[in-house]
């Protein structure tokens, strides 16, 4: 089945004890991206990587990196989590530029640090 | 600077009464916009997007390039349509998303 699949779907850490989403997708698609929605916020684009190592910074990338080796995964890292990076995290995928727009998403991440 | 504003959180009709989400954009080039669709425990999905003018599952939109506005209309709404709605803004390489309106039809 096509699709976009996270791990892991919840975790609860402490702070500092650094930890990685991963994010695959089975559909060769070009772009990926990872978001954070926030109660009264939305969802806020983290990174995007528009191809295999590209990789690029959107809205609110502070403490958290990404690497894209592989066309298929797009990991989040966050080296050093804080408290307020406690947030439902996405990630998606898009075919190419020409199709861009249309973002396959992934079930969704619940991370908490306490 | 982009950004995607959504100004109902909350949003109430009456099954068969005409739904009306409202999205403004700001943005200086030229947009690509979408709406998103979260219904209960499924995934964030394309709802439909103003390049393709198209209508699905009886919503349309259409932008208002002049009011820059990209408003989610449906004539008669239905149960199935409560869900979570977010308008979004692509420029080439960023999405920006609205911060949703939360859509309940009442039987």
């Known amino acids: 089945e096509a699709q976009v699949t996270q791990n892991p779907r919840y975790l609860i850490t402490v702070t500092g004890k650094k930890l990685t989403v991963t994010c695959s997708q089975n559909m060769n698609h070009e772009y990926m991206s990872w978001y954070r929605q926030d109660p009264g916020l939305g969802l806020r684009q983290i990174y995007y990587?528009?191809?295999?190592?590209?990789?690029d910074k959107g809205d609110v990338p502070e403490g958290y990196k990404v690497s894209r080796k592989e066309k298929r995964n797009f990991p989040l890292i966050l080296e050093s989590p804080s408290p307020n990076q406690t947030s439902l995290y996405f990630c998606?995928?898009?075919?190419?530029?020409?199709?861009?727009?249309?973002?396959?998403f992934g079930e969704g991440s619940r991370l908490t640090v306490l | 600077a982009q950004r995607v504003t959504q100004p109902e959180k909350l949003l109430s009709v009456f099954k068969g009464a005409p739904v009306e989400l409202k999205c403004n954009y700001s943005?200086?080039?030229?947009?690509?916009l979408f709406w998103y669709v979260q219904y209960s425990r499924q995934r964030l999905q394309l709802l439909l997007r103003h390049i393709s003018r198209e209508s699905i599952k009886g919503f349309t939109a259409d932008l208002n390039k002049g009011e820059t506005s990209f408003h989610l209309k449906k004539p008669f709404a239905q149960e199935e349509d409560s869900a979570m709605y977010y308008c979004a803004l692509f420029t080439g390489n960023q999405f920006y998303f609205g911060t949703g309106t939360s859509l309940t039809v009442i039987p």
């Open positions: 998606a995928s898009s075919p190419d530029r020409d199709t861009t727009g249309e973002l396959f």
């Open positions: 990587s528009m191809n295999v190592e590209v990789t």
């Open positions: 943005y200086s080039g030229s947009p690509e």
